[in-house]
Each structure stands twice: as C-alpha cells, then as structure tokens.
C-alpha cells in the first residue's frame, strides 16, 4: 500500500511565494508615469471649488482637434452637454456621470462660430469652480451647482464692475457659470461666489458649499455674514449686494434699496452688532421716513443684524445712517459714526 507521506514527498514543489519587492515598486512606478502621461496630455487643470485657475491654450486650440477625455472603459458617462455663456463669446461643455480622474468639463471661446479650447478641469457638482480665460478679456468661466439661483461675488479690491451670467446644462448637475469683469486687472481680485438655491431654504453658502451665517430680514431678505472672507451681504428677492467687514469700528453697517422710476428712494440699513446690545438707534441723512430698528438673530448667538427702513426724496442720492448708538451688557451707551 503506497505511503501517503512519501506521495506528497515525491509531488512536484508548489511555486515560490516570494515577493520581489523591487519588480513590486517599478511596476508601480510605471502606472504612475503612464498615469501622469494621461493627465499631462489631457492638459488637465483640475480645480475643484473656488479657488481661481488659469487657462492656458490647449493644442491647436480647435474643438474638433483637441483630444478627447478617454474614460475608463467600467465608467459609464453620458454624450457632453454644452452651454453659452456671456452673449455666446463662451461656451461650457459638461460631460454627464462619474468620469473617474478624467476631466468632466472643457472651456470654449467661440470666435466666428469656430470653438477655440481655452482648458479642461475635474470638477465637482456641489461647488462653484472658477478659472480665468483669457486675462486680456477679464473673464472667468466655470460651473455652478444646478440649484443656484442667486449669486454674489467676492472681489473687494475690484476697481470696476462684474457681470455675472450663468446658463442651464439639462440633464447635469452643473449650470455653465461666467464673470466678466469691466477691468480685466481686477480678475486676479476675485475671492469667491456667495449663493443661494432654488429650493426655498434660506440657507447662503460659499464657493465650496459651505453654509454661512444668515438670518432673515422681514419677509424678503436673507442678511448673511461671512468673518474667513471679511463680507457681509443681503440678498434681495432682485438680486443683492456686499460689503467688506470693517476693520477699524467695532460695527460695520451697510445699506441698500431702490428708486422706482424717478420716484422716492426705498431703502434698507443692515448693522451687524453684539447679541447683547440693547436700546438700538440709527441716526438718519436725507429721509423723509424711517421705522424702528428690528433685529434677527444669527446662528452662532453671538451677533444680530439690526435693520430699519426708510424713504428718501428722489432727487437725491438716497436716505442714508450716519450714526449707531446702542447700550451694551453693562449698561454702557455706545456711539459709532457710519462711514
């Protein structure tokens, strides 16, 4: 009877399993480089959230000869879907699903009907991404979650007006998103984009999808607060404004409204002040009315805003606070002059 012992004795020996550690980190070496190659040609910029970044001109620069993102053949992706922006001189093309590492958006300048591709970025569908164009025309393209539906930005050193625009993508999660600023210096100002959605929430977030601070003011305004930008802002159910944080007073006040066809001015002065200020009063230039001073408070309990109205002769620039007075916690009466 044969000896099982001996059988597996005499059997052929199993293969080694040995690892050769240096073939280990020079196949992974390879990847790598072949990974970088792709990414390199692809001329990826790879930007995802408000961070500005520049486009440089890609290969010829004509869409039909620029190579196309090559997605992992286990990604599903959908045909590339594309939107003009700023009067059709732009153009923002989104390629729709998970296209792994590879760049989902492309940047066009359109020129003569001919698409002229400016860059090719990696981005991601919660935040606002912005890029330069070309700094010759003061422009910066990107994209936006689809929701937004209000936007303000963030330049304070700015010297000239921003145009916003932004345009549909269907079948996205991403709206095309342009600024064009009336100085094409103050591009290199830019900071970030401040939004709201379309849902009815209330809630203002930054660039990067974080919320910020905000209250409501009545029924019309949300007044938000941002300390990392150095911002403070309302929007309004037309639109909104901002304004940098003061630095040297203790207060910042700031104030908007409306004058409707040569009519009276309406206007709305916001002063972000301690929770525990108490006895509020805002001293007028230029009203023919103004309320009492309401406040909301924030969210940290730390701050409110407080805002009054007023109505001012449309003949002139419009009612405006010139002074702040309040009592604090210890029973002390403050007095700021607004500059």
Excluded: C
Aim: glycine content about 12%; charged content about 20%.
């Amino acid at each position: 009877m044969p000896d099982p012992i001996l059988e597996l004795l005499a059997a052929p020996p199993s293969p080694s399993l040995a690892v050769d550690e240096d073939a280990v980190y020079a196949g992974g070496r390879r990847r790598l480089r072949r990974r970088a190659l792709r990414r390199t040609g692809l001329g990826v910029v790879g930007v995802v959230g408000a961070a500005a970044i520049t486009f440089g001109a890609l290969g010829s620069g004509v869409r039909n000869d620029a190579l196309p993102a090559v997605p992992s053949p286990s990604v599903s992706v959908g045909k590339p879907v594309s939107a003009t922006v700023l009067d059709g001189r732009y153009a923002v093309e989104v390629i729709p699903g998970d296209t792994g590492d590879q760049p989902n958006v492309t940047f066009y300048k359109i020129e003569d009907g001919k698409r002229t591709q400016l860059a090719q970025s990696l981005v991601d569908s919660t935040v606002v991404s912005m890029g330069t164009g070309t700094g010759a025309d003061g422009v910066m393209l990107g994209t936006a979650p689809v929701g937004l539906a209000k936007s303000l930005t963030s330049a304070p050193e700015a010297k000239g007006g921003i145009q916003q625009d932004d345009a549909p993508l269907p079948g996205t999660e991403f709206k095309a998103y342009a600024l064009k600023f009336d100085n094409p210096a103050d591009v290199g100002t830019y900071r970030d984009t401040f939004w709201m959605d379309d849902a009815g929430s209330g809630a203002v977030r930054d660039g990067m999808g974080n919320r910020v601070l905000s209250t409501r003011l009545a029924e019309t305004d949300t007044f938000f607060v941002d300390r990392e930008s150095g911002v403070m802002g309302v929007f309004t159910r037309d639109g909104g404004s901002m304004k940098p944080l003061t630095r040297e007073e203790a207060i910042t006040t700031m104030g908007y409204g409306q004058q409707h066809d040569g009519g009276d001015w309406t206007w709305r002065s916001v002063t972000l002040l301690p929770s525990e200020a108490r006895n509020i009063e805002f001293s007028w230039a230029a009203d023919n009315y103004h309320s009492e001073v309401f406040t909301e408070s924030l969210p940290n309990g730390t701050e409110v805003a407080a805002f009054a109205d007023a109505t001012g002769p449309g003949s002139g620039a419009g009612p405006r606070v010139t002074k702040v007075t309040w009592t604090d916690e210890a029973g002390v009466r403050h007095t700021e002059e607004v500059k």
